[in-house]
């Protein structure tokens, strides 16, 4: 490659605020990385308010026929419903099948040759389960009864598995826990499990998996374990919604939900995006935590195998967390986003 084409999609809220930051980010790295073009995407619940559609065709086209890879800030859903509306997240994963959404939440230690107290990371399937969103509203005998599909498919739930063993096997620790509630879901979390279980039997795959350690936990428990004891976590695999709701969790332990990053990735492309949402309560106050968005450029480049240019860029977001002096207020900090973003272009 004599170039990398970024697919730049800042959506709603604060993704338009922290989506810069990132460009910054990989423009600073010169040439360890492939020059970065950038092209500007639509998509999100203010362009669905201005034109009726939340996601454009000409975004999904642009992004599978031009680009390498692409970077999401957030979008804004209503928690009501509204008609024509649904979320451009959602359907983007699925049209360009990003079924796995891969989510490292490392806390930086005081001493950079200290071990950081959490490190692990959450590896949710990202195609089905409720997100299938197959819901219906009838009325019954005793008034309105609302169902929903939750769908578990062995396919998914291989590929998933086999994305979480690959990223297991490749951190020291080599520890992977499958989350799940087949005590009460035995039938949908139950196939989850012994597919993911059955991931390193699987034809080819001939012991490559056999010095990964699997043990298994139940979602509550494990959420109460994460809380108290993150240590004993290094991968985790969960389906879409258990896996959702543990890595905003998980963020919580490390500071900020403006701190985590994710990718959405298949086998064929890779988009960035940081875990939070689109922060309306801070929304055009200059204030928003750069660093998730940051650290997902990061992530995106380690997985198009970019290796040194995003040890540059987590170092740089470290040493800056580090020394805790230009922070932003969810951080304890009195800085705005562009002081942020210009402390960690400059170590960069
Ligand atoms: P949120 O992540 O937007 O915000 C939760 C809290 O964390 C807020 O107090 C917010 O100010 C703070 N926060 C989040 N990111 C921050 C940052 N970078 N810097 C500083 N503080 C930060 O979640 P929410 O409030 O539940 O949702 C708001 C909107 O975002 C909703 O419309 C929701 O649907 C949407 N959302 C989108 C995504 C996505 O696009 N993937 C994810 C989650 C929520
Ligand atoms: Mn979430």
């Given amino acids: 490659r004599t170039s990398l084409k970024v697919g730049l999609i800042p959506g709603d809220g604060i993704g338009r605020e922290v989506i810069p930051a990132a460009k910054?980010?990989?423009?600073?790295?010169?040439?360890?990385?492939?020059?970065?073009?950038?092209?500007?995407?639509?998509?999100?619940?203010?362009?669905?308010?201005?034109?009726?559609?939340?996601?454009?065709?000409?975004?999904?086209?642009?992004?599978?026929?031009?680009?390498?890879?692409?970077?999401?800030?957030?979008?804004?859903?209503?928690?009501?419903?509204?008609?024509?509306?649904?979320?451009?997240?959602?359907?983007?994963?699925?049209?360009?099948?990003?079924?796995?959404?891969?989510?490292?939440?490392?806390?930086?230690?005081?001493?950079?040759?200290?071990?950081?107290?959490?490190?692990?990371?959450?590896?949710?399937?990202?195609?089905?389960?409720l997100y299938v969103k197959q819901e219906?509203?009838?009325?019954?005998?005793?008034?309105?009864?609302?169902?929903?599909?939750?769908?578990?498919?062995?396919?998914?739930?291989?590929?998933?598995?086999?994305?979480?063993?690959?990223?297991?096997?490749?951190r020291p620790r080599?520890?992977?826990?499958?989350?799940?509630?087949?005590?009460?879901?035995?039938?949908?979390?139950?196939?989850?499990?012994?597919?993911?279980?059955?991931?390193?039997?699987?034809?080819?795959?001939?012991?490559?998996?056999?010095?990964?350690?699997?043990?298994?936990?139940?979602?509550?428990?494990?959420?109460?374990?994460l809380f108290r004891e993150p240590q004993i976590y290094d991968v985790m695999v969960a389906p879409n919604l258990y896996g959702d709701i543990i890595s905003d969790a998980a963020a919580a332990l490390v500071g900020s939900l403006g701190l985590v990053p994710s990718v959405n990735a298949g086998d064929k492309f890779v988009m960035g995006e940081p875990v939070h949402g689109s922060a309306p309560d801070i929304l055009g106050q200059g204030i928003a935590n750069p660093l998730a968005s940051i650290r997902s450029a990061a992530l995106m480049l380690r997985h198009l195998g970019y290796t040194k240019g995003a040890d540059r860029i987590d170092k740089a977001v470290d040493e800056v967390i580090r020394e805790g002096k230009v922070l932003t207020p969810d951080l304890g900090g009195k800085s705005g986003t562009k002081e942020v973003v210009d402390e960690v272009v400059k170590r960069i």
């Fill in 24 to 129: 910054a980010a990989l423009l600073a790295l010169g040439s360890d990385i492939p020059k970065p073009e950038f092209v500007d995407l639509l998509a999100g619940f203010e362009l669905f308010t201005r034109t009726g559609t939340a996601l454009p065709e000409e975004t999904i086209r642009v992004l599978e026929e031009e680009c390498d890879c692409a970077l999401f800030g957030a979008v804004s859903s209503p928690t009501r419903r509204v008609a024509g509306y649904s979320s451009p997240i959602v359907a983007l994963r699925k049209k360009l099948d990003l079924y796995a959404n891969v989510r490292p939440v490392v806390s930086v230690a005081a001493n950079p040759e200290d071990k950081p107290s959490v490190d692990l990371v959450v590896v949710r399937e990202n195609t089905e389960c």
């Fill in 174 to 225: 080599k520890h992977l826990t499958i989350i799940h509630k087949s005590n009460v879901l035995s039938t949908t979390d139950g196939l989850f499990r012994e597919t993911v279980r059955g991931v390193p039997s699987l034809p080819g795959v001939n012991g490559k998996y056999d010095g990964v350690e699997v043990a298994e936990q139940i979602v509550d428990s494990a959420v109460y374990r």
């Fill in 136 to 170: 219906e509203l009838t009325i019954g005998e005793h008034g309105k009864e609302a169902r929903a599909i939750r769908l578990i498919t062995e396919r998914a739930s291989r590929r998933i598995g086999q994305m979480a063993f690959e990223i297991a096997l490749g």
